[in-house]
């Protein structure tokens, strides 16, 4: 059973940037591949990044290449969503996800473990 809980989310000008933290609870959080989605206001749940447990490989929704960056301390178990030149489109709740499956993890269906999810605002 793994526990996550999200913070970092707030209001930010489009262009800005924010770093979302996700919080694991447990010893063995260097077994799970680690995601972030994001629910925007009536659209569906969708993938935005993940790093992978077997090799920690990161890969990301086409829509955030080149301005978000998912990391992982294992350490301290908390995975982290560096988001810069942020857009109004990129407004959404955002969640973390755990995964003990293997392989490229990119649908909700995959992960076991949620947290409650932080809320980003971003201002034209």
């Known amino acids: 059973q793994v526990q996550l809980v999200e913070s970092g989310g707030g209001l930010v000008q489009a262009g800005g940037s924010l770093r979302l933290s996700c919080a694991a609870s447990?010893?063995?959080?260097?077994?799970?591949?680690m995601g972030w989605f994001r629910q925007g206001p009536g659209k569906e749940r969708e993938f935005v990044a993940a790093s992978r447990r077997s090799d920690g490989n990161t890969y990301y929704t086409d829509s955030v290449k080149g301005r978000f960056t998912i990391s992982r301390d294992n350490a301290k178990n908390t995975v982290y969503l560096q988001m810069n030149s942020l857009k109004p489109e990129d407004t959404a709740v955002y969640y973390c996800?755990?995964?003990?499956?293997?392989?490229?993890?990119?649908?909700?269906?995959?992960?076991?473990?949620w947290g409650q999810g932080t809320q980003v605002a971003v201002s034209s």
């Open positions: 447990g010893r063995t959080f260097s077994t799970y591949t």
């Open positions: 996800a755990a995964s003990r499956r293997i392989g490229l993890l990119t649908t909700s269906v995959e992960y076991d473990y």
